[in-house]
């Protein structure tokens, strides 16, 4: 029985060691390719290569979509939400105040974690072999 967080059948023409599946979801959220750790994965802000520049690994299959933003809003929905409430409730500032101070952190939060996202979600496309990165080899 193989292990469901190895990851080795859609790049099995590398001929590197299976890599876990945590190992990468780090790769992509350090937004590095995710075959061999070191390309970068994006070109922009949020715009994702073609092809690692390192390794040639073709990463043009990726169908990311929204899947970074709404992943984004329920992150930073969730941890500003309960912020909010408490600070509200315990300090009880000006609401000019709430709102520049949690504005700036909101949109802060969602600038960093939104490419980190993207790539960690086509890092996982590419693990798992959709959107035709399994088949290309064949």
């Not at 802000?45 to 092809?51: E, G, N, Q």
């Not at 690994?57 to 939400?81: C, F, K, N, W």
């Not at 300090?91 to 000019?96: G, H, M, S, V």
Request: net charge positive; glycine share 10%.
């Amino acid at each position: 029985m193989t292990d469901p967080l190895t990851v080795s059948a859609p790049h099995a023409d590398q001929g590197s060691a299976p890599t876990s599946l945590g190992r990468t979801l780090w790769r992509g959220w350090c937004r590095k390719c995710p075959n061999c750790g070191s390309g970068p994965m994006l070109k922009g802000y949020l715009k994702v290569r073609d092809t690692c520049p390192v390794c040639r690994e073709d990463l043009s299959h990726q169908r990311a979509d929204d899947g970074p933003a709404y992943l984004t809003i329920l992150i930073v929905g969730h941890l500003m939400a309960p912020i909010m409430l408490i600070v509200f409730t315990a300090y009880r500032p000006e609401p000019l105040v709430t709102i520049t101070i949690f504005a700036i952190g909101c949109v802060s939060l969602s600038l960093y974690l939104l490419p980190r996202l993207k790539g960690a979600l086509v890092a996982f496309q590419w693990a798992r072999g959709l959107h035709g990165f399994a088949g290309r080899n064949i």
